[in-house]
């Protein structure tokens, strides 16, 4: 005999729905509690007390700079007076504008050119002298400023550059390569050398490996010295003033600082203010555009890979 034997159903461990589970998981998380509020709020005040004492000068001057000021072209309500008054004195603003854009665009090219090829050197080469050689370099920070500018203006006379926008922009190359090749080095220092070996096992030389390999990887590292370098050239006001003699080639902070006192010593404050505007709206433009790139190339030498 054939023993059948019946199935047997029996009843399913009970298990939430899964209509219940998905309200669980989509039940909103407690709010923010009162002692993480306590732990923050130092830090909110702190920033905000920070933000206020760098902005409100800015503020101060694009309200002024449009404001109505005695002794300005702009006495009867708002407007813009006091930027045609800029927009007039002596060559034009533009033609300041425009010498202020060359020497920083130059001195920028010269900048990023010189500190990439001398960062790549101290970091991936080995070779006699190298930590000497960069001690050096690192040492010109050193050197007061004021203090070169006389001897750079001999030299520059004897080669034919001084008066001469291309002589100030060299000045400012040569201010700008010591810090530069320092941040250079270390953006090349983050990057692994298994890198340069995985290039080299496909046939690329050392030009390549720069170009094609390191290059794209420090380009936060190029981003940073390439806007320290602009806001350096785009701000300086010394070098002008030693090395420049003809009022047409002017950079804007020289021009503005001779707008200023440009009538028997009486100063005119709201042409003054909007060239102040007009000198700090590019730095603060570029700033924030390239402000995440700018972050991350003074980051890149926290941590190597």
Request: glycine content about 8%; aromatic content about 10%; charged content about 10%.
């Amino acid at each position: 005999m054939t023993a059948t034997i019946e199935p047997t159903t029996e009843p399913a461990a009970s298990a939430p729905a899964p209509r219940a589970a998905a309200r669980s998981r989509r039940r909103p998380q407690k709010g923010v509690s009162l002692g993480g509020i306590a732990l923050r709020m130092p830090f909110w005040v702190l920033t905000s007390a920070l933000a206020i004492i760098f902005l409100y000068p800015l503020i101060w001057t694009a309200v002024s700079s449009v404001a109505p000021l005695p002794g300005t072209n702009q006495t009867d309500g708002w407007g813009f007076g006091n930027y045609v008054t800029l927009a007039n004195y002596q060559d034009g603003i533009l033609q300041y504008i425009g010498n202020s854009v060359f020497v920083s665009l130059l001195t920028v090219v010269l900048t990023l050119g010189i500190s990439l090829l001398g960062g790549y050197a101290f970091a991936r080469f080995d070779f006699r002298g190298k930590n000497v050689l960069f001690l050096a370099t690192i040492a010109i920070l050193m050197v007061p400023y004021a203090t070169l500018l006389i001897p750079l203006y001999v030299l520059l006379n004897l080669v034919g550059l001084s008066n001469s926008l291309v002589g100030v922009a060299l000045v400012l190359t040569m201010f700008q390569l010591p810090f530069s090749t320092f941040m250079m080095r270390i953006a090349f220092e983050s990057i692994p050398r298994e890198l340069d070996e995985a290039g080299m096992v496909d046939g690329c030389n050392s030009w390549t490996v720069l170009w094609k390999v390191l290059v794209p990887a420090v380009k936060p590292g190029l981003i940073t010295v390439g806007l320290f370098a602009f806001l350096a050239a785009w701000n300086d006001f010394m070098a002008p003033l030693i090395l420049i003699n003809d009022s047409a080639r002017m950079t804007l902070p020289l021009a503005i600082s001779n707008l200023r006192g440009q009538v028997q010593g009486v100063v005119d404050y709201g042409a003054t203010e909007a060239g102040v505007v007009v000198l700090a709206l590019p730095c603060i433009v570029l700033f924030l555009i390239l402000q995440r790139h700018y972050v991350r190339g003074f980051m890149s030498g926290a941590f190597k890979g």
